[in-house]
């Protein structure tokens, strides 16, 4: 049974918060990434972390090796309206998979986003392939090469044998990913990006702005492709600024 207790981690209970956040983890991460935020945000902002299964408190479960089932699973999970406006927040893979969330709860009243923030992540249209990783040692390389506040823990045997599954499952799913023909979101989105973002370069992450027939917002930020743990208290007073001014919807 998919429930709302299996895939979000509520780390700072803000019952008077004016707006609700749902953080989406990158490839390989988990919802532990967003504690910090978390912890920034409250208590005008709640925020529910993203659990995806095969980590932390789920490692048991399989992991999930397509990223429309995940989208699937999650816009049950995410399906009913909620008390308050909600905003959606993705970095890397946790972008494209808070986008196909939120295409698949378009007209749900009180359950679709307010609002898209969109992290490190190239838009749908500027999709190209890229050469997987050979092996889990060229996959370790890769995930070490893009920084992030794990990285370095992958040079403990212990660590990598808990987190492999998870990373290669996540690239699978990235590898497999196309979006979702004639999909749009008609809430405004915001695109964050990083100025020395290989992996998604400032013009891709712009253009974002095809996929929505709301309003269309770039930030661009200075650093790599985990640039969103850069200045923890600026870029959360950034969202919660973001979250509160959501439309009505």
Request: charged fraction near 20%; charge should be negative; include cysteine.
């Amino acid at each position: 049974m998919t429930t709302a207790g299996t895939w979000l981690r509520r780390y700072h209970a803000s019952p008077s918060a004016e707006a609700e956040l749902v953080c989406f983890p990158h490839a390989g991460g988990a919802a532990a990434y967003w504690y910090p935020l978390s912890a920034l945000l409250a208590p005008g902002v709640e925020t529910l972390a993203v659990q995806y299964p095969g980590r932390q408190d789920r490692h048991r479960e399989p992991p999930v090796t397509d990223l429309h089932t995940l989208a699937d699973r999650l816009a049950e999970v995410l399906g009913e309206p909620a008390a308050r406006p909600r905003v959606f927040l993705g970095h890397s893979m946790g972008a494209s998979l808070a986008y196909e969330v939120a295409a698949r709860l378009e007209g749900r009243a009180g359950a679709a986003p307010a609002r898209l923030i969109l992290s490190g992540r190239r838009a749908p249209s500027r999709w190209r392939p890229s050469p997987e990783p050979s092996d889990d040692a060229a996959l370790v390389a890769r995930v070490r090469a893009l920084g992030g506040t794990d990285a370095g823990r992958l040079t403990d045997p212990d660590v990598l044998e808990l987190v492999l599954p998870a990373l290669r499952a996540d690239h699978a799913a990235l590898a497999g990913y196309r979006d979702t023909p004639g999909a749009a979101v008609s809430c405004p989105v915001t695109a964050f990006a990083g100025d020395h973002d290989e992996e998604a370069p400032v013009a891709d992450v712009a253009a974002w702005r095809h996929h929505t027939t709301g309003g269309f917002d770039l930030r661009v930020f200075p650093g790599g492709h985990f640039f969103v743990a850069d200045d923890a208290p600026g870029k959360a007073r950034l969202i919660a600024d973001l979250a509160r001014a959501v439309p009505t919807r």
